[in-house]
């Protein structure tokens, strides 16, 4: 069964070379914002209403336009490749990502539109997917590395040193050892502390250890029953030594995850016995070897029986959504092994769909930031897309309609794939191998540009794909219903 597609070829001039193409890039280091005026004569006019320099060359990842209080307002997305002099150690570059918010004003009835918001967001990989929420209340993510908020250079610089002092490890309030039947707990004290100034309360499953007038040292419940009435306390070398005796109310008494529950202050000590009897235990599962019996029975997984299509090297990718007012992360999702397609606007009131890989399958999904309880709606699949964009080496786009009715893939040169979705035949079909009818058929169309060109541009609508090459724009039309 053949089926033909209409391909359209419209050389380009210098003079429309420059929009397309410049859109195409996307590189500039200024924002412009254009406004269309009716003339007397019905002339088309446009207007600067906004023109500002922003530093360094910037994509326009995602940009939105809303109206708030009967004001209207545009943001938009820049993203950055800059370099990281603090990065010693990694790349030496990070991702910046910056959220502008341009918003109109009135100033002595001159309408115009200054900068209301900048907020910068930096990571370490370029993002899969950001997207503005179409009222400007918050940002979605897909990236491989987190991404967060930066207020300015000095918040910058602090937050740096902030995360280098947490990175230090911090002296614990006390420390404790177990056997079988006891445990000893130390905690240190301040110069010329007395008996009298402390406070020691035991209780089968808890304890309390203050010094007078002050909060707490230790206090919380035990990991498990002790028996209070034996145990005791002592001063030694300015610490406070505890001794606990297990409860004998247990047949056998095992040793103790931690001393008290949920509680990180504390840092337990293995004497040189325990730490021989561990090793003792773990010794089965260690080798001195690299693979000792890799012809065994049953081995876990065979690394030549995978196909590239089911290898993932960023197996991290995370979805976050970033509040726009506290600039704090309040959903997040971790998409494990579902490899990022490609993005794409179903509804141009809504936030732009991204497809993830399922399995085989392809699956489109919605972004619903009016709804956080249920944020994120599966609204397509295509079938055995995941499988079939795999094996693509030189795919440079995916696309999908509004309709969802085909998958297109573009490769770098000349080639162009179309997967449409499975539709009811109008004739009897039957599968001979498995002696059953068929009800429908998805078909798969190759069309091949007359240009050698490289491929710089690529868009789906309903009934036509256009593919944009450095000399010519190409017209393909896929469905011919309408």
């Not at 196909?307 to 959504?321: A, G, H, M, P």
């Not at 993830?356 to 994120?376: F, K, V």
């Not at 295509?382 to 079939?388: D, M, R, S, T």
Request: net charge negative; with cysteine.
């Amino acid at each position: 069964m053949q089926e033909q597609i209409g391909l359209l070829q419209t050389p380009l001039t210098d003079f429309n070379k420059v929009l397309p193409h410049f859109s195409s890039f996307k590189i500039i280091n200024f924002l412009l914002f254009l406004h269309l005026i009716i003339g007397i004569y019905h002339t088309q006019l446009f207007t600067i209403m906004f023109n500002e320099e922003l530093g360094s060359p910037f994509v326009i990842a995602h940009s939105v336009s809303f109206v708030k209080s009967d004001v209207h307002s545009v943001a938009g997305l820049l993203l950055r490749v800059e370099k990281d002099e603090l990065d010693a150690k990694g790349s030496g570059f990070h991702v910046s990502l910056e959220w502008v918010t341009i918003t109109e004003v009135d100033k002595e009835d001159n309408q115009r539109y200054e900068i209301f918001k900048r907020r910068i967001l930096q990571g370490k990989s370029v993002p899969h997917y950001a997207a503005i929420e179409p009222d400007g209340d918050g940002l979605m993510i897909v990236s491989y590395k987190p991404f967060r908020f930066m207020q300015d250079e000095e918040n910058q610089l602090e937050k740096k040193e902030d995360g280098k002092i947490a990175d230090k490890k911090r002296d614990p309030v006390y420390y404790w050892q177990q056997s079988e039947d006891d445990l000893t707990v130390t905690i240190h004290l301040p110069q010329d502390i007395t008996k009298d100034d402390i406070q020691v309360q035991f209780s089968p499953d808890h304890i309390f250890v203050a010094l007078k007038s002050q909060p707490p040292l230790v206090e919380g419940k035990l990991c498990s029953s002790i028996d209070h009435e034996s145990c005791t306390w002592i001063i030694r070398d300015n610490s406070t030594v505890l001794f606990l005796k297990k409860s004998s109310l247990f047949l056998s008494r095992p040793m103790w995850p931690e001393l008290i529950v949920g509680d990180a202050q504390g840092e337990f000590i293995m004497d040189s016995s325990q730490c021989s009897a561990v090793a003792e235990r773990l010794m089965h599962l260690t080798s001195e070897e690299m693979n000792p019996n890799p012809d065994k029975e049953n081995p876990p997984c065979n690394a030549q029986e995978l196909e590239e299509c089911d290898i993932f090297l960023e197996d991290s990718t995370s979805l976050c959504r970033f509040d726009g007012n506290t600039l704090k992360i309040t959903h997040v999702v971790n998409l494990g092994s579902n490899q990022y397609l490609f993005s794409a606007v179903v509804d141009p009131k809504e936030m732009p769909c991204f497809c993830l890989r399922h399995d085989i399958d392809a699956i489109l999904w919605q972004p619903r930031s009016d709804q956080p309880d249920n944020m994120w709606e599966h609204i397509a699949t295509f079938n055995a897309l995941g499988y079939v964009q795999a094996s693509k080496q030189d795919k440079k786009f995916t696309a999908c309609p509004p309709n969802y009715s085909y998958a297109a893939i573009c490769e770098c040169l000349r080639r162009v794939f179309i997967y449409r979705q499975p539709t009811p035949l109008s004739t009897v079909l039957y599968n001979r191998k498995e002696g059953r009818q068929v009800g429908q058929v998805a078909k798969q169309l190759v069309a091949t540009l007359e240009a050698s060109d490289p491929i710089l541009g690529f868009q789906a609508t309903n009934e036509r794909l256009f593919v944009l090459t450095t000399k010519s724009l190409f017209l393909i039309k896929v469905n011919t219903e309408n």
